[in-house]
């Protein structure tokens, strides 16, 4: 009979004396403290039990533990902790044996660790992630995965927190015996039998040595973690922790335990949970529980860049695609597009030439009519980002395309209701807004319109899973969230370089920060006859009290200094280089503006440069809330992660202002204000938070 040891764990042994550890606690096995408790009371039993001679650790469900309870984060935890748990277990004084399947993950992989034999299901996943949560594996993972794996591939295993295969774990030594059954705790209970035969005893990880743990190999990590880690700490914190796996066991953990303690503290901790969760509250909206419409087939219109990347997305994520274009050659040119973004996964040996043309043979077509689309289940528009040319398009496909499909537009800043407007079935249209390389990148805003039905935008969010991206729902609005944020805090810089700010510091004071690049790199990547064109677009309507910024860019259209496309922009790239020196005319060109706009240039320090960005983000970002544009502080956040190069560590703008105070933002936008009221005016959902001493975090808890 199986002996309660907690409200999740049991014991229970065998005839022939096997105790089986058995936790449940779904969704993931996370060690919360009734997981703790129980695994503790479980192992002090085992090693007075007379009739028990050997332990299974054994999870039900879909996983082994699938690490701490990343919830419990930033609370007291209560007693036992983890890494009491899991040197209780190492000290056994019978051999315990782990069985692990599904993902074996951070806590839960310690756990196997401190075991003394391991055993997995093949096709099952373990790994250190800690240090995208901005911590280390603190429960002895960083001084026994070394001895288990060597020093070198423990580095890179905790550095990069990558999920490894059992069948790589198993060929690095960490692990055992692997079993192809699918049934763990059979396969545990059979492993237990033979090593009981073989006379097995304890094997404790912690006693053996690490041959390859030496000061030049941490010496070569530190400086290689400090090149990549952009900004974030937890990865220096783990060479740090790994490093002790050079001194005895128990000084090693001991050592452990105090960089743990300092992870602990650091604010890019919650920064990263905040992201974690983040990522998966985004799914909760309003149509969560509506079933999807049907999703098999995607009729893509339009094969450059966007249209090519949409299309590999969709077959990456195993959908039937059709592209359609104006002619033959057109059509040629975007499946020559799509074949281009192949092309470095076939080079680097991911994927067969064979394997992509029969992938291709089988899902992918290509058309010169709209007819193909006739039987689609979901059409995506992907032409130039004109409205008249838009409706163009849904009109003809409004014309074709088989009831109940689903229409959506790849729109960055258009009005969908608009465009929903000349079919005869709003209810179907929906925007994806996809980020270039689509294939690439994670985001996905689906812009629900005033009509969108419900199963419409379940089914975006269904494409959006299938593609392995993050879906953020967004309202109908220029630019939506990303890039209606954006176009403010891209406006405050422009503001600023008018005012006196050199455009290269200004550029050096983001990426300071932890952006990958600054507004004015990326405007050179994109291509500054974007903004240029878009700009026109908009001078009919565009208010006449608000300031005109943009006149320097203006001139750089004007001399034909594209960006990278004409090798020239803000910086030099000759040759066709992808990065190079500032281009030397530039500063005589905006002084030249500012002298015709009768501006005295004045000085901006690093600082006043990031202040003014992250309060036009802030205060942008909170109308965009405020007016119902983005359902939840948290969806700007991830919105940002994902789509905008916001440095994951700082967790968001939102996340990041309520870190700075929200009331030390509202003084510097009401500061700014006072020479250019218009731009500065505070969003009154900021103002609001801070009367009531309230957070952005306090409106994501609902
Ligand atoms: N703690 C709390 N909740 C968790 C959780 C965890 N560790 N893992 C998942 N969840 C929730 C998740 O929020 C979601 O909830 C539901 O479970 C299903 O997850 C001392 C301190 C295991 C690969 O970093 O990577 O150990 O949204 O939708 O796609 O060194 O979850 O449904 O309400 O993601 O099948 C290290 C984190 C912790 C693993 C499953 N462990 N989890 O993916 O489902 S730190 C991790 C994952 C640690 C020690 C330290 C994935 C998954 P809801 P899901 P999935």
Known sequence: MAEQMSDVVTYEVTEDGVAIIRADNPPVNALGYQNRLGLWNAIEKFDADATAKIALVHCDGRTFFAGADISEFGGVRADPLLPQVCDRYEAATKPVVASMHGTSLGGGFEMGLASHYRIAQKKSKVGLPEVHLGIIPGAGGTQRAPRVMGAANALEAITTGRHMSAVEAHELGAIDRLDDSGDPLAAGLAYCRELLAEGAGPRR?????????????????????????????????????????????????????????????????????????????????????VAPRKLETVGIIGGGTMGAGIAAAALNAGLSVVMVEMNAEAVARGEKNLRRNYASSVAKGRMTQAALDGMLEAKFSTSASYDALADVDLV?????????VKKEVFGKIDAIVREGAVLASNTSYLDVDEIAACTKRPQDVIGLHFFSPAHIMRLLEVVVGDKTAPDVVATGFQLAKMMKKVAVRAGVCDGFIGNRILGAYMKAANMMVEDGADPYEVDAAVRSFGYPMGPFQMGDLAGLDIGYFNRRGKDATRDPETRYSEGFLDRMYENGWLGQKTEKGFYDYAGGARSGPPNPEIPAMIEAER????????????????????????????????????????????????????????????????????????????????????????????????????????????
């Open 595 to 702: 002298r015709k706009l009768g501006i005295n240039a004045k000085p901006f320090s690093r600082e006043d440069i990031l202040r003014r960005y992250i309060a036009a983000m802030t205060n942008e970002a909170a109308k965009v809330v405020g007016e119902g544009i983005a359902l939840r502080p948290v969806d700007v956040d991830m919105t940002s992660l994902f789509g905008y190069g916001y440095p994951r560590w700082r967790g968001g703008p939102m996340h990041h202002a309520d870190a700075v105070g929200l009331d030390v933002i509202l003084n510097d936008i009401r500061e700014f204000a006072k020479d250019d009221p218009k731009f500065w005016e505070p969003a009154p959902l900021l103002v609001k938070l801070v009367e009531e001493g309230r957070s952005f975090a306090d409106l994501n808890k609902g």
């Open 380 to 388: 995506i528009e992907a032409v130039f980002e004109k409205m008249e």
């Open 205 to 289: 990880t912690g006693e053996r040595p690490v041959p390859d743990a030496t000061p030049e190999l941490f010496a070569e990590w530190t400086e290689k973690v400090k090149k990549t880690a952009k900004g974030q700490n937890s990865p220096l914190y783990c060479v740090e922790a790994v490093s002790a796996c050079m001194l005895p066991i128990a000084e090693g953990l001991e050592a452990e335990r105090a960089v743990s303690a300092k992870t602990h503290s650091d604010p890019q901790r919650p920064a990263l949970v905040h992201a974690f969760f983040g990522e998966r509250a985004v799914n909760k909206i309003p149509e969560a529980k």
